[in-house]
């Protein structure tokens, strides 16, 4: 059974940082890409950054570009979201999803997803 497990969200000031992470077990976690999506109450899940199978290539929203860093441990199984300078509208759920080409995907068309961790920031 696949599970992706997110952690690390929770109420910060405007300016601060978080590091969210997300676990995986269940899949050969080497062959997949993964991304952070996010979704604020009342809107749509949107894309915040995805970095492909091999950490090598990433790509990221233009709302997050500069600010957040994603990375991944393979020998860990494991995907990271370093989030700075944090802002109110960075808001939201935050979700990891795993799609099995490998590649750097940004539709929210996954393999897997995790159930959300919430992230919270206040001015």
């Known amino acids: 059974q696949v599970q992706l497990v997110e952690s690390g969200g929770r109420s910060v000031q405007a300016g601060g940082s978080l590091r969210l992470s997300c676990a995986a077990s269940?899949?050969?976690?080497?062959?997949?890409?993964l991304s952070w999506f996010r979704q604020a109450p009342g809107k749509g899940r949107e894309f915040v950054a995805g970095?492909?199978?091999?950490?090598?290539?990433?790509h990221y929203a233009d709302s997050v570009k500069g600010r957040f860093t994603i990375s991944r441990s393979n020998a860990k199984k494991t995907v990271y979201l370093q989030m700075n300078r944090l802002k109110p509208e960075d808001t939201g759920d935050y979700h990891c999803?795993?799609?099995?080409?490998?590649?750097?995907?940004?539709?929210?068309?996954?393999?897997?997803w995790g159930r959300g961790t919430q992230v919270i920031v206040s001015s």
């Open positions: 269940g899949l050969t976690f080497s062959n997949y890409a």
């Open positions: 999803a795993a799609e099995g080409s490998g590649d750097v995907f940004t539709a929210p068309q996954a393999d897997y």
């Open positions: 970095i492909d199978w091999s950490g090598d290539n990433s």
